[in-house]
C-alpha cells in the first residue's frame, strides 16, 4: 500500500519501544495501511487497529489509535491524489492471560 503515508512513525516506534514491543511496529503499520485503504474515508477520521501477540509468555492485545490527517500541500494535490496521510496518536496494551 504505497498511497498511505504515517507521518509521525517514530512515535509508534518509541512508545512501542518504551514498552518492549518494539518488533510488533511493522505488524501494526501494515494493518494500518489495510484498514485507512478501505474503511477510513474522510479527513480527521480516527480509527484503532488491534494486534495481539505474546511478550514473555503473556499474551497482550496492543491497541493503535490513529487518524486520517489532510494533506497541508495543496501545491502537490494533484500528484498526491489518492495519498491518505496519517497521525499515530497513541498505543494502549492490555494483557489477555
Same mark, same amino acid.
Not at 516506534?13 to 478501505?38: P, S, T
Given at each position: 500500500?504505497?498511497?498511505?503515508?504515517?507521518?509521525?512513525?517514530?512515535?509508534?516506534?518509541?512508545?512501542?519501544?518504551?514498552?518492549?514491543?518494539?518488533? /510488533?511496529? $511493522? +505488524?501494526?503499520?501494515?494493518?494500518? &495501511?489495510?484498514? =485507512?485503504?478501505?474503511?477510513? #474515508?474522510? /479527513?480527521? $477520521? +480516527?480509527?484503532?487497529?488491534?494486534? &495481539?501477540?505474546? =511478550?514473555?509468555?503473556?499474551? #497482550?492485545?496492543?491497541?493503535?489509535?490513529?487518524?486520517?490527517?489532510?494533506?497541508?500541500?495543496?501545491?502537490?494535490?494533484?500528484?498526491?491524489?489518492?495519498?491518505?496521510?496519517?497521525?499515530?496518536?497513541?498505543?494502549?496494551?492490555?494483557?489477555?492471560?
Amino acid at each position: 500500500m504505497n498511497n498511505v503515508i504515517l507521518l509521525n512513525r517514530s512515535n509508534l516506534e518509541d512508545q512501542l519501544d518504551n514498552q518492549g514491543m518494539l518488533e /510488533v511496529a $511493522e +505488524q501494526l503499520i501494515e494493518r494500518m &495501511k489495510e484498514h =485507512v485503504q478501505y474503511i477510513a #474515508k474522510g /479527513v480527521y $477520521e +480516527q480509527f484503532v487497529v488491534d494486534v &495481539k501477540m505474546v =511478550v514473555d509468555n503473556v499474551v #497482550k492485545n496492543i491497541t493503535a489509535h490513529f487518524i486520517v490527517h489532510e494533506d497541508e500541500d495543496a501545491q502537490y494535490q494533484e500528484e498526491s491524489d489518492g495519498l491518505k496521510y496519517i497521525l499515530f496518536q497513541d498505543v494502549t496494551t492490555t494483557d489477555k492471560g
